[in-house]
Nanobody
Framework: VQLQASGGGLVQDGGSLRLSCAAS????????VGWFRQSPGKEREFVAA?????????YYADSVKGRFTISRDNAKNMVYLQMNSLRPEDTAVYYC???????????????????WGQGTLVTVSS
């Protein structure tokens, strides 16, 4: 299974971007899909996730709650991350990840995800 993240770019403080994550090369049912980010010198951190695709249950890091929205398009096998009110501290490489058997208690843990996309850079200028 390959994941392809896209949609990153340069945006001003307070701006918006929508990231996309496309899955190809295989199929699995009801995966959990998450977004993580990593900025230079920092560890990869959890941003948002949809637990077990079909449940639609979503989780967010406190730092993005109310500003970011994760959503899915079942027909297109796509997951999106709408990012509003972006701040310079949101600057990072954003990765999408998926796992077909992840348990709820692990949804925020990057090491629990089996499949990873290549990352897309988001830069927020002040």
């Amino acid at each position: 299974v390959q994941l392809q993240a896209s949609g990153g770019g340069l945006v001003q403080d307070g701006g918006s971007l929508r990231l996309s994550c496309a899955a190809s090369g295989g199929t699995f049912s009801r995966p959990t899909v998450g977004w993580f980010r990593q900025s230079p010198g920092k560890e990869r951190e959890f941003v948002a996730a949809i637990f077990r695709w079909n449940t639609g249950t979503t989780y967010y890091a406190d730092s993005v709650k109310g500003r970011f929205t994760i959503s899915r398009d079942n027909a297109k096998n796509m997951v999106y991350l709408q990012m509003n009110s972006l701040r310079p501290e949101d600057t990072a490489v954003y990765y999408c990840a998926a796992d077909p058997s992840l348990i709820l208690s692990s949804v925020r843990m990057s090491h629990s995800y089996k499949y990873w996309g290549q990352g897309t850079l988001v830069t927020v200028s002040s």
